[in-house]
């Protein structure tokens, strides 16, 4: 069990450079877990390709719908107490620390490629390919 936060999400639905990466992420530990604050984050993501013409619609509803159906069950809500002492603590925004505060609270490491996150908490996140190297 990971946490993992909405750009390794779309990383692993959305393809690109780091989809390959993010799917052998998946394949070694399939069972992910993110903040219900994920799926507004996925929607903004997939707004931006369907705005650029990179996507369709359709294609971003199918993209959506299969990250939904593979999230489902393992959506939390954050409590604030802990998200404002992880903001205390760095310079992150709110929305970075949800992940780092279910991380925590599940005691599970946070898979994520922003660089920020990883500086911030490097006891509790972890970068993409070293998750892998683990």
Same mark, same amino acid.
């Given at each position: 069990?990971? &946490?993992?936060?909405?750009? &390794?999400? +779309? ?6 450079? $780091?989809?390959?990466? +993010? @799917? ?8 992910? /877990?993110?903040? *219900? $604050?994920?799926?507004? !984050? ?6 931006g390709? $369907?705005r =650029? ?5 359709? @294609? *971003?509803?199918? *993209? ?9 069950? /393992?959506? /939390? $809500?954050?409590?604030? !107490? ?6 205390? !603590? ?5 929305? =970075?620390? !949800?992940? &780092? ?9 946070? &898979?994520?490629? =922003?660089? +920020? *996150? ?8 972890v970068?993409?390919? =070293?998750?892998?190297?683990?």
């Amino acid at each position: 069990m990971i &946490v993992v936060d909405s750009n &390794v999400i +779309a990383y692993c639905w959305i393809n690109g450079p $780091l989809t390959e990466l +993010a @799917q052998r992420i998946r394949v070694r530990d399939p069972e992910w /877990h993110a903040p *219900i $604050l994920w799926r507004s !984050e996925m929607r903004s993501i997939l707004t931006g390709y $369907l705005r =650029d013409g990179s996507l369709s619609a359709a @294609q *971003i509803a199918r *993209i959506m719908e299969a990250a939904e159906e593979a999230l489902a069950g /393992h959506e /939390h $809500l954050v409590p604030s !107490e802990r998200v404002f002492h992880l903001v205390r !603590e760095s310079r992150l925004s709110a929305y =970075d620390c !949800e992940f &780092v505060a279910l991380s925590g609270a599940l005691a599970v490491p946070l &898979v994520t490629a =922003d660089r +920020a *996150i990883l500086r911030a908490f490097p006891a509790r996140a972890v970068a993409m390919p =070293d998750f892998l190297r683990e």
